[in-house]
């Protein structure tokens, strides 16, 4: 798989502070989560990055209540 087939199954990649702003918590909070292994990441070097697909799951993950 070429490099750019592979970036693309990731969909659009986040920073931690886009992160944080998509679920309106605080950057440490998703340093935390991700720490903790209940938010995926991506490293890329010595970079991190969160898929957009990643952070929409965790949301899902999280819903309670209603139908």
């Known amino acids: 798989m070429a490099t750019d087939d592979r970036a693309k199954s990731f969909g659009?990649?986040?920073?931690?502070?886009q992160a944080a702003e998509r679920l309106t918590i605080s950057a440490r909070t998703v340093f935390e989560l991700t720490r903790t292994g209940q938010l995926p990441v991506i490293r890329i070097?010595?970079?991190?990055?969160?898929?957009?697909?990643d952070i929409e799951a965790f949301i899902a993950s999280r819903r309670s209540g209603g139908n």
């Open 12 to 17: 659009e990649l986040l920073t931690a502070k």
């Open 45 to 53: 070097g010595c970079n991190v990055r969160y898929a957009l697909s």
